[in-house]
């Protein structure tokens, strides 16, 4: 945890670097260790760089991207998305809370917190039933927190890294 006062703001496309720096850092400090190399750097390769996933999101206006800024840097970020999964389960109307990353030195710190009651507020005046996720089986410290706030598991998602497919819970929060 750090003393430094964070800032939460919207991203913009200028941010994409910083961020996608970030995020791909959090990314293989938590799943690197999940899958071959191989497999490892297809994924990365898909999802970050320049023309990766995270950059062009960024630049999409159907995703809403809330920063949590430390000093200059990115300490935390979220993307709220339309929801993209698909299970019997889905509420009508849900948005999906595509990915919620905090770098490691700052866990502890509530940004988590912040950006979690920020999705639920902007959610909620947008009019959406439901927020909607996926986390990775074996991801026990994220899974804890989606249990606090009432998230429950509604089905499962095949998540590929690379050529491999990981089990990823869908999880449900209803509004």
């Known amino acids: 945890m750090t003393d430094t006062c964070i800032i939460y703001r919207d991203a913009t496309p200028e941010d994409g670097p910083a961020l996608d720096t970030m995020a791909r850092k959090i990314w293989l400090e938590t799943f690197e260790h999940s ?7 297809l994924y990365v390769g898909e999802a970050f760089g320049p023309a990766g996933k995270l950059i062009a999101a960024l630049a999409d206006p159907a ?8 000093g200059g840097e990115i300490a935390g970020y979220l993307k709220l998305s339309p ?28 940004i988590a917190q912040t950006l979690m009651a920020w999705t639920i507020d ?10 909607v996720l996926t986390v990775w089986e074996d991801n026990e410290r994220a899974k ?12 499962d998602y095949a998540f590929p890294t690379g050529n491999q497919i990981d ?6 929060l209803s509004l």
Do not use: K, N
Not at 35 to 41: G, N
Not at 144 to 155: A, E, L, Q, T
């Open 35 to 41: 899958a071959s190399p191989a497999d490892i750097a």
């Open 63 to 70: 995703h809403h991207f809330r920063l949590a800024c430390a």
């Open 83 to 110: 929801v993209w999964l698909e299970t019997p389960a889905l509420l009508p109307g849900a948005l999906q809370l595509s990915q919620l990353y905090v770098a490691s030195r700052f866990h502890g710190s509530g």
């Open 122 to 131: 902007t959610a909620r005046h947008q009019g959406a039933t439901a927020l």
């Open 144 to 155: 804890r927190f989606y249990d606090r706030y009432g998230f429950v598991h509604i089905g």
């Open 167 to 172: 089990r990823d819970l869908i999880m449900q």
